[in-house]
């Protein structure tokens, strides 16, 4: 089964602090894994997957295969960096669907 | 179009009707999706399509929900007899479908349910 865990519900930083959301999951195969985010009054948006090994808006991931963790991370937090984040697996094989989180609620403090 | 519209925006029922939400995805993406984002509980799969097709209707929480789609484009998904624990946020959400390992979704701005 899939499965996507992420224990921190609300997490809070000041500006210019590190940040990491901790996704972990568990699955049997080799995962997708993505980070998808929604700000206030906007749609959720894809944020970054593991594959494109990108740095989008300062934030990064890395897949830990021996862990199963792809946790977010961001070396100075910005206040628009507020918002609800959702980690999310899929199966290469079979499965198209996305499995989620339960989200992270991040809010920067000034 | 240009993105996944959803309508409505909002619908307030009453216990015991049935309610029809709607799904425009974008144009040319075969692969469409329905979540429902409820406080606390995180986004949860409810059904998927390829075109027409839902190989995956597994998440689908009780014979009451039903969704269908149409000449490959729009879907409806459809609950009875509402109750006030269907109240949530409906998400539609379409890709390109396929085997191909980046494509992540396109989400519509939900429809937010509520049953009184």
Same mark, same amino acid.
């Given at each position: 089964?899939?499965?996507?865990?992420?224990?921190?519900?609300l997490?809070?930083?000041?500006?210019?602090?590190?940040?990491?959301?901790?996704?972990?999951?568990?699955?049997?195969?080799?995962p997708?894994?993505?980070?998808?985010?929604?700000?206030?009054?906007?749609?959720?948006?894809?944020?970054?997957?593991h594959?494109?090994r990108?740095?989008?808006?300062?934030?990064t991931?890395?897949?830990?295969?021996?862990?199963?963790?792809?946790?977010?991370?961001?070396?100075?937090?910005?206040?628009?960096?507020?918002?609800?984040?959702?980690?999310?697996?899929?199966?290469?094989?079979g499965?198209?669907?996305?499995?989620?989180g339960?989200?992270?609620?991040?809010?920067?403090?000034? | 179009?240009?993105?996944?519209?959803?309508s409505?925006?909002?619908k307030v029922?009453?216990?015991g009707?049935?309610?029809?939400?709607?799904?425009?995805?974008?144009?040319?993406?075969?692969?469409?999706?329905?979540?429902?984002?409820?406080?606390?509980?995180?986004?949860e799969f409810?059904?998927?399509?390829?075109g027409?097709?839902?190989?995956?209707? @597994?998440?689908?929480?009780?014979? #009451?929900?039903?969704?269908?789609r +149409?000449?490959g $484009?729009v879907?409806? &998904? *459809?609950?009875?007899?509402?109750?006030?624990?269907?109240?949530?946020?409906?998400?539609?959400? @379409?890709?390109?479908?396929?085997? #191909?390992?980046?494509?992540?979704? +396109?989400?519509? $701005?939900?429809?937010? &349910? *509520?049953?009184?």
């Amino acid at each position: 089964a899939q499965r996507v865990t992420q224990p921190e519900k609300l997490l809070s930083v000041f500006k210019g602090a590190p940040v990491e959301l901790k996704c972990n999951y568990s699955y049997s195969g080799s995962p997708e894994l993505f980070w998808y985010v929604q700000y206030s009054r906007q749609r959720l948006q894809l944020l970054l997957r593991h594959i494109s090994r990108e740095s989008i808006k300062g934030f990064t991931a890395d897949l830990n295969k021996g862990e199963t963790s792809f946790h977010l991370k961001k070396p100075f937090a910005q206040e628009e960096d507020s918002a609800m984040y959702y980690c999310a697996l899929r199966g290469l094989r079979g499965a198209q669907k996305l499995v989620f989180g339960q989200g992270t609620r991040l809010t920067i403090n000034p | 179009g240009a993105g996944v519209s959803q309508s409505p925006s909002n619908k307030v029922t009453e216990k015991g009707k049935d309610v029809e939400l709607r799904c425009d995805p974008i144009s040319g993406h075969t692969a469409l999706y329905w979540y429902r984002q409820s406080l606390g509980q995180g986004l949860e799969f409810l059904i998927y399509f390829q075109g027409n097709s839902a190989p995956d209707k @597994s998440g689908l929480p009780s014979d #009451r929900f039903s969704a269908e789609r +149409t000449g490959g $484009s729009v879907s409806t &998904l *459809t609950i009875q007899r509402t109750q006030q624990e269907d109240s949530a946020v409906y998400l539609c959400a @379409s890709s390109q479908g396929g085997q #191909r390992p980046n494509y992540g979704y +396109t989400f519509g $701005s939900g429809t937010r &349910l *509520t049953v009184v």
